[in-house]
């Protein structure tokens, strides 16, 4: 059974009922649609560098990266687990092929020292996940410390890390990307924590501006993605606590298992499903919060009491179809 709202949010509708989207990847580099073992960037050998290493995605992720046979430079703030991390990946690839940096991304000096650190070590940077994040609560008109807070690490972090890293990976003579970890909730904009959704969606923007500039480089060997995860089993969404997973959820190695499949396609939005939303849920959600603009209706309208019924139905037509 498919869930048709989000998981923090309740319904909304319609009256638009656009086609599925079932097209390929709008932008793809010819020369990486190659077998995973020999992937150009995602390869033995290669270096990935990953902010918000400490937990969740990021942890899962220079593990990832490790089994694979990459070298792993991992950056957070939260020194003693980042350090537990570092421990775990020296048994796993050996002391040589491991980076430990404490690294606060909203500090533009610490960013330039992980990257200096990072090309004194390897001499380059394949893999960029820029996936440092939190979730501290801000409303429309509440919690001021809180919307800078995660504006300072969610999107000017992402900047600092991008700025920093970039022009060096442009200058390196092998194919290279860079992953900036959005959310879904930046596009599809549930009610409940605005300044978060705020900084995601201004992640999304940045990230499509990057890759039009990178494409438009001439001979540039370097892609953007941008990474958006579903309900995933994290700190941000309850595992700190030590509460059990919800069936719902997917857990952090799944989520990236997921996308570094879809970067290897050289897919640019990767949308990750979850144990409750598929694919063609989140599409039709997608679609829906595009025509309020479109159409004119109100804002967020699937949770506006005068069209909750019509997205209902919209979603309830669309998804029989599918079957």
Request: net charge negative.
């Amino acid at each position: 059974m498919v869930s048709i709202s989000d998981h923090n949010s309740s319904s909304a509708a319609s009256p638009l009922r656009p086609g599925m989207y079932t097209g390929t990847a709008s932008y793809k580099l010819e020369n990486m649609s190659v077998a995973d073992e020999v992937h150009p960037v995602i390869n033995a050998g290669r270096v990935a560098v990953i902010t918000g290493a400490a937990s969740g995605i990021g942890r899962a992720a220079a593990l990832e990266f490790a089994k694979l046979g990459l070298k792993v430079a991992i950056a957070d703030v939260a020194e003693e687990k980042l350090n537990d991390v570092g421990k775990q990946l020296v048994h796993q690839i050996g002391e040589a092929n491991v980076l430990v940096v404490p690294t606060d991304v909203t500090q533009l000096d610490q960013v330039v020292r992980l990257r200096d650190k990072v090309y004194e070590a390897w001499g380059e940077v394949a893999v960029l996940l820029n996936n440092a994040g939190i979730g501290a609560k801000g409303t429309s008109w509440d919690g001021l410390d809180n919307w800078h807070k995660t504006f300072n690490v969610n999107f000017f972090g992402v900047i600092n890390v991008q700025q920093t890293f970039a022009p060096s990976m442009l200058h390196q003579e092998n194919q290279a990307m860079i992953i900036n970890t959005g959310s879904k909730q930046g596009i599809t904009n549930p009610p409940g924590n605005t300044a978060y959704n705020a900084s995601k969606a201004a992640v999304k923007s940045l990230t499509e501006g990057l890759a039009h500039e990178l494409r438009s480089q001439p001979d540039s060997n370097v892609t953007a993605h941008l990474f958006l995860p579903g309900w995933t089993y994290t700190g941000l969404t309850g595992a700190d606590s030590g509460s059990e997973k919800p069936t719902g959820a997917w857990t952090a190695e799944e989520t990236v298992l997921y996308m570094l499949d879809h970067v290897r396609s050289g897919d640019f939005y990767i949308l990750v499903p979850d144990n409750e939303t598929k694919r063609e849920v989140d599409q039709l959600r997608i679609m829906w919060n595009a025509a309020d603009v479109a159409e004119g209706r109100p804002a967020l309208s699937r949770w506006h009491p005068n069209y909750k019924a019509l997205f209902e139905e919209y979603m309830r037509d669309k998804l029989a179809q599918l079957d």
